[in-house]
């Protein structure tokens, strides 16, 4: 699949030219897909700034893998930070290491004689994992729109933050075209792509098959059966059954979409899609 709006590649050049104004990038993932949710290509960008990442909305992630991702993640020139943007409001941990990252440039300039230098920090993510809340949050009031569907920053502006912190409000990126499906099944899971660009019930098929495997008691529970009966029913027979059950008739999409739903909000439990282990991340 080859997906990537025009706003996007333009965000992408943007960015380029913008980074060498930043002292440190700020790489913000989905904490229940941190590899899905990466963007190869802002390593690449990164080359050997300071870099920052924050493993977002940990309240809806597997915290077992959270941990896990922490560490692998963690580099000699990344730091790594799990939050919960839209309930922390304690932002101070997240000043404390954007100064530590930064803490080069600051000894610098302080030693040239400059008191509080301006640290300047952009975000970048995929849409939807949570920019503009952590934004918000950092500068104290509301600067941005926020909203539950992808692509809603599309502008670009500096904002004020304490402690000398500028920050640049950039729209999230995605790659050109997944090369693995799976990648992009799990960014439409959790809402990081329009829910247009795949139908609704290969989405919820490739959820099913996951939870199978990762969380079997939770996929029990939102199918309201026995994990026996769960192991002697196929996935489009379970998807039907749960359709049917909800009053659907044979509607798999309406179904898909609402399962969805109930996923993104963690109703299902706090699930995570991405293994460490079985990725070759940083
Ligand atoms: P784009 O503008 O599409 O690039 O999105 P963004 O990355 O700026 O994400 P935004 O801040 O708009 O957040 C997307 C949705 O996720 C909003 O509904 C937020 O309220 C929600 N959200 C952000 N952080 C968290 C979090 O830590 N936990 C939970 N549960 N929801 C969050």
């Given at each position: 699949?080859q997906?990537?709006?025009g706003?996007?590649?333009k ?5 380029e030219?913008?980074?060498n104004?930043?002292d ?20 690449e ?24 991702w ?20 304690n ?6 290491l954007?100064k530590?990252?930064?803490?080069e440039?600051?000894?610098k300039?302080e ?5 509080n230098p301006?640290?300047?920090?952009c975000l970048?993510g995929?849409?939807n994992?949570?920019?503009?809340t952590i934004?918000n ?11 539950d569907?992808?692509g809603v920053?599309?502008g670009q502006a ?5 402690y000398?912190i500028?920050?640049l409000d950039?729209?999230?990126?995605l790659?050109?075209k ?11 899971a959790?809402?990081a792509?329009?829910d247009?660009?795949?139908h609704a ?5 490739f ?5 199978r495997q990762y ?9 309201n059966?026995?994990?026996?009966k ?9 998807l039907l ?11 798999y ?6 399962m969805?739903?109930?996923l993104r909000k963690g109703k ?6 991405d ?8």
């Open positions: 699949i997906w990537y709006p706003h996007m590649n965000a992408r050049n943007q960015l030219e913008k980074l104004l930043i440190v990038v700020i790489e913000v993932l989905d904490a229940r897909i941190p590899s899905a949710s990466r963007n190869p290509m802002i390593s960008l990164v080359g050997d700034k300071p870099h920052l990442i924050i493993l977002n909305k940990t309240d809806l992630a597997d915290p077992v893998m959270t941990k896990l922490q560490k692998k993640l963690q580099g000699p020139r990344t730091l790594v930070m799990a939050m919960e943007a839209q309930h922390n409001t932002m101070q941990a997240l000043i404390t954007i530590k990252a930064a803490s440039k600051v000894k300039l030693e040239r004689g400059a008191s301006i640290i300047r920090v970048v995929v849409p994992c949570g920019k503009s934004i949050r950092l500068v104290g009031r509301n600067v941005t729109m926020t909203g569907r992808p920053t599309k500096w904002l004020k933050a304490p000398g500028q920050i950039t729209p999230g990126i790659w050109p997944f090369e693995d499906q799976d990648v992009g099944y799990k960014l439409a959790f809402g792509i329009k247009t660009i795949f019930d290969d989405v919820a098929l959820v099913i098959r996951q939870l969380y079997p008691a939770y996929l029990a529970k939102f199918a059966c026995t994990k026996d769960l192991e002697n029913i196929g996935d489009t027979d379970l059954a749960m359709t049917q059950n909800n009053g659907m008739r044979d509607d999409d309406r179904f898909s979409l609402f969805l739903q109930r299902l439990g706090r699930i995570s899609l293994r460490p282990s079985a990725n070759n991340e940083n």
